[in-house]
């Protein structure tokens, strides 16, 4: 009970009550004159006057410290009333008695005591009144957001606890090299910084106090401008950096001389204290959120998506999903939607497939959990993206960075190349089966030749076996080296104007026999007379290799048409067929290189895979284009070729190229020079048969000996012979005044234009690639 008593009567609350109103303070003086007058009159039996005022002086400090200078003097008078009225009842003063003596000290005493008592409670005032201030200012600060405001309360309040007027608090930005106001009390708009005490406590890092402006040296330059502003003292203090970094000045103005007080140092301290704080604080922030602008800049102008991802666990601290925290625009492009739309949402939420891929959420979890970085290759589990990633997860303050690197053209490229191994590898396989296909009817056609029971009937036949599976290996080889020549650039075109009918004649004529075998029908719907600007031999190859086509992918009794019609000057030709067709996502491919589509190799002994390849590179060389169509499948297709024309329609149709037989000369001394032994002798047989006279030889140096002993016309050589080549040879001959004349035939492997054109500068007339065509051969050394 006594001590909740206590606890609630508190004297520190008592003394504040009675300070509140005058009436209080001089009622609580007349109370403790009261109490002092009691206690003498209770003690005076035994003391008998001796100790007057031992009670009014500890009254007199107490009124005078809580209630007050006057109410202490009350307390004062009635205890000097006090100690009269018992010396001698009704008179103060009492001539020269040790009394008198005693009350006029009394009195003295009680002064002083009011006195001291008086400083000391202005004292202790004031500086109750500073801390409220600082405490003020301490709470205001916290709920002030901007740095401006809050220096701005701070100068005001160190202005206003130093009883002046006006206040400057400049700072010095964190880039440049001047002060700068930023705060100011009673200053106009165009104050400067940095004159005068600011400048040097700027300069010196130290408090700068000036007395007197009219008196101290440090001012003498400003003096005028002072007086203009009724400044006659100031006090400016450093405002340093927990680093020891100079942020500013704090300065206060009076308009009369000043001393500073210990008091006003230690304000001045602690407000530039709070200023530096301030400033450092919001330095901080703003380099804080300059990096956070620098960074999300960085990553919102990067191509390359990247997320931010915050792990999501569960009771036993185990990661079961993980929440996007950020996501840059790149990547908000990537999943189609907004960035703020997914930050903060759980990644199962918007992409239930994403952890389908469990080894990808495997390895954010092991990232994080580890500590490193972890990299993979994935396909996007955004619903209708269905590109490539490189995928680099790296921890970042216990939440994981994720970067996406597009690598889908890479992929696409990779896949392609292992296509292309894939076709090379199977037209490689397809080439050997080719190659071989003709040798077993030869090998066999031969042996027959060889029996001598055979009859002429047999031996006719086989030797006609053997020429047409020479003539399709040749084919073959022919379109090889065209489609070479095609890659390489490399492929003239002998451009004429020609009867589009011609062509077209010429193309249904090598394609006829296996439309034939195969019981097809043949509907052509060429109109006469439309012309051709273009390679005949050429395009005959292309028209006939789409023929061969049809023929070959269309089962037995099928039907090809082909038609032809002009359109805004485009000469298109078709053909048509009802066979096996093409499946719609074939039908881009069907022009590769070694394309074949599988389905088709089973319907039909397919060739090489090059036939349409070539057919685009001579259309395209052309200047037109060649496409496919098809409805699917089993449907049947059409290969069009559209061609610019710009042939006059009625240009008489060039003769379309066929080997004439001439009448010339018909016996020739013939040398002919091959170091292929087999070649040699079944050519030189066909030529005597022919009629003339052949004399081999089997390398170079032998061949320009024979020459030399014998008269020759003609002079047959292999290009590739031991001892000397072909173009030696006939370099040689050529040299000599009796090889002037000489018919010189070149006979080769290598058929390229390159090749022909360096057979032409060593003197031959003619170039012949292998296997010859005998007819050719015939023709040639027919001409006169
Ligand atoms: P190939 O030597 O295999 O015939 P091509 O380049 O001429 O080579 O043809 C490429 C592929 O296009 C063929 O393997 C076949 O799958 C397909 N193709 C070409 N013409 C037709 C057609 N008329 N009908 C169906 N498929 C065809």
């Known amino acids: 009970m006594i001590s909740r008593i206590s606890k609630e009567f508190r004297l520190a609350r008592l003394w504040p009550w009675i300070e509140r109103t ?24 035994i003391t008998q ?3 007057t005022f031992i009670f009014f002086i500890p009254a007199t400090v107490l009124a005078t410290t809580i209630a007050g200078r006057w109410p202490g003097v009350v307390v004062a008078v009635v205890g000097l009333i006090n100690s009269a009225a018992m010396k001698a009842p009704g008179m103060l003063m009492v001539p020269n008695s040790a009394e008198q003596v005693a009350l006029i000290s009394s009195a003295l005493v009680s002064l002083l005591v009011i006195l001291v008592g008086d400083y000391y409670r202005s004292i202790s005032r004031r500086e109750l009144s500073d801390l409220h201030d600082l405490h003020e200012l301490s709470a205001t600060l916290a709920s002030i957001p901007k740095l401006p405001d809050q220096l701005h309360l701070i100068l005001a309040t160190f202005v206003r606890m130093h009883g002046a007027s006006r206040g400057l608090l400049c700072t010095y930005p964190a880039r440049g ?5 930023a705060a100011s009390v009673d200053f106009g708009p165009d104050v400067k910084p940095g004159a005068s005490a600011a400048g040097l406590a700027f300069v010196d890092r130290t408090r700068v106090v000036i007395p007197d402006t009219e008196t101290d040296t440090r001012t003498a330059t400003h003096r005028e401008r002072l007086r203009a502003l009724d400044i006659r003292s100031v006090h400016s203090t450093p405002l340093i950096s927990r680093d020891g970094e100079i942020l500013g000045v704090l300065s ?20 530039a204290r709070k200023a530096a704080v301030f400033i450092e604080r919001a330095r901080a922030e703003d380099l804080v959120s300059q990096r956070d602008r620098r960074f999300q800049s960085v990553l919102e102008s990067s191509g390359v998506p990247f997320v931010v991802f915050a792990p999501v666990r569960d009771a036993t601290a185990q990661i079961t999903d993980f929440r996007f925290v950020f996501l840059n625009t790149a990547a908000a492009e990537v999943m189609r939607v907004r960035s703020d739309e997914y930050v903060g949402r759980k990644v199962r939420d918007v992409l239930p497939r994403a952890w389908d891929d469990r080894a990808r959420f495997d390895m954010y979890v092991e990232a994080i959990e580890r500590n490193e970085v972890r990299q993979v290759e994935r396909q996007s589990v955004v619903d209708a993206n269905t590109n490539w990633y490189h995928i680099v997860a790296s921890p970042l303050d216990g939440d994981l ?6 690598v889908t053209a890479r992929k696409i490229q990779e896949r392609e190349l292992v296509e292309a191994d894939r076709r090379k590898d199977e037209f490689l396989a397809t080439l050997a089966h080719e190659l071989r296909n003709p040798l077993a009817p030869i090998r066999q056609a031969a042996t027959i030749l060889r029996n001598e029971n055979a009859g002429d009937a047999q031996k006719r036949w086989s030797s006609n076996v053997i020429e047409r599976q020479v003539q399709h290996m040749s084919v073959l080889l022919d379109d090889l080296l065209d489609v070479s020549r095609i890659t390489h650039g490399t492929l003239q075109l002998r451009k004429q104007h020609s009867d589009l009918q011609s062509i077209l004649g010429a193309a249904v004529e090598t394609a006829r026999p296996l439309i034939d075998e195969r019981h097809h029908h043949l509907a052509l719907d060429v109109p006469d007379g439309l012309q051709v600007n273009g390679d005949p031999l050429r395009l005959a190859q292309v028209l006939s290799n789409m023929l061969t086509n049809a023929a070959k992918y269309t089962a037995p009794n099928g039907s090809i048409r082909v038609k032809a019609w002009q359109h805004d000057g485009t000469l298109s030709i078709s053909v048509e067929d009802n066979g096996i067709g093409i499946a719609p996502e074939e039908l881009p491919k069907v022009f590769g290189m070694f394309a074949q589509v599988r389905s088709a190799q089973e319907h039909a002994a397919g060739g090489l895979g090059i036939g349409l390849a070539l057919a685009k590179g001579i259309v395209e060389l052309h200047g037109g284009r060649i496409e496919a169509a098809s409805a699917g499948a089993g449907k049947g297709s059409r290969f069009t070729v559209h061609l610019p024309n710009n042939a006059p329609g009625t240009t008489a149709a060039a003769a379309p190229a066929a080997i004439r037989a001439g009448n010339g000369q018909s016996h020739r001394r013939i040398l002919l020079a091959d170091d292929n032994r087999d070649a040699a002798e079944t050519l030189a047989i066909l030529l005597r048969l022919e009629g003339h006279e052949v004399e081999l030889a089997h390398d170079g140096k032998e061949a320009l000996r024979s020459f030399e002993a014998g008269r020759h016309d003609v002079a047959l050589l292999d290009i590739g012979m031991p001892n000397a080549s072909g173009y030696e040879v006939a370099r040689q001959i050529r040299a000599r005044p009796e090889g002037k004349h000489v018919l010189l035939i070149a006979i080769t492997g290598w ?34």
Do not use: N
Request: charged share 25%; aromatic share 10%.
């Open 49 to 51: 006057s001796r100790v």
């Open 252 to 271: 206060v103005y009076f308009e009369a001389p000043r001393r500073l007080s210990e008091r006003e140092v230690r304000i001045a301290d602690i407000c």
């Open 177 to 181: 090299d001047v002060l700068v106001v």
């Open 401 to 406: 960075a994720v970067w996406f690197a597009d």
């Open 22 to 45: 005058a009436i209080r303070r001089f009622g609580f003086a007349a109370t403790l004159s009261a109490m002092a007058v009691a206690l003498h009159w209770l003690i005076y039996p």
């Open 751 to 784: 058929a390229q234009d390159g090749d022909k054109l360096e057979s032409r500068e060593a003197g031959f007339d003619h170039h012949l690639a292998k296997p010859i065509e005998p007819d050719a051969l015939i023709h040639l050394l027919e001409r006169p």
